[in-house]
């Protein structure tokens, strides 16, 4: 008999749970055994290991987060640490681990694939920067999070004519960013994939203004500006009122949008049936929305 481990791993994303419902349906079906290991990569080195039972009332597919609560843990750059790790996924007998979660956590799997131990990884982020896929299971909720609040912003902006900088998740990549931004009819956006001159955004912004459109939307990737000293420098360069909002947190949480439930569910569930017929070491994505694998190292190593 096959016995399975699951851990979720970095940045909580809704459909994370979904995609562990997927494996756990399709487990169960095929008389696997499956442990949850808590607390991402820091639990499986703690020994946070325990059996999740079939018969167990498990409400996991409409619900954000991560059940297994998640952590971001660089201690499991070191060997020693992943060798206790893998000594706690042995005696409990597990033979493969499915990770969900972002780049660090496929990076995570490398060393734990580098040790001998076999892995399944699937996209989870909202960040939707994950190698071998097209979208993450999170994204679109995040994306319909951020353009709802944009939305409610604009009331604002509208009202007081003002401009809005908003701030949006993403770390390094600029995909929310650009989606919301679109979707939420910002007049601008900044995102790390651009080069970014404020001399012309303030020129823009001015012939905006001149056309008589007193509300404006900036929309900006974290990490590339500190976004209240922007606001100070357009102030000072254009005499109008720019206030900031940093989105934050609220991007990641809440119910997942029917798109990550059923994205986590096919993704969890195609990830079982791959174990079933030997496939091992990959990870999943959609392609032209259709479910694929490919070789997690060989992948990792395109990018590193
Ligand atoms: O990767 C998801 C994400 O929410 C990023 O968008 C953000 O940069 C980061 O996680 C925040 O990380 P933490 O939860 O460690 O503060």
Redesign the pocket.
Known sequence: MKIIGILTS??D?PGMNAAINGILKTAFINKIKVFGIYNGFKGLYKNNIKEIIKNKKINLINIGGTFLRSS?FKEFENKNIRIKAIDNLKKKKIDSLIIIG?NGSYIGSKYLIKEGFSCICLPG???NDVICTDYSIGYFTALETIVEAIDRIRDTACSHKSIFIIEI???YCGN?TIASAIAGKCEFFIIPEINFNIKNLIYEIKLKLLKGINNIIIAIT??IYNIKKLSKYIRKKIKFEVKTVVLG?I??GGKPISYDRILGFRMGSYSIKLLIKGYNNICIGIKNNKIIFKNIIKEINKIT
């Open positions: 970095g940045g994303s971001r972002g982020t909202i960040d998740m993403g770390r929310l974290e990490n947190y991007q990641r």
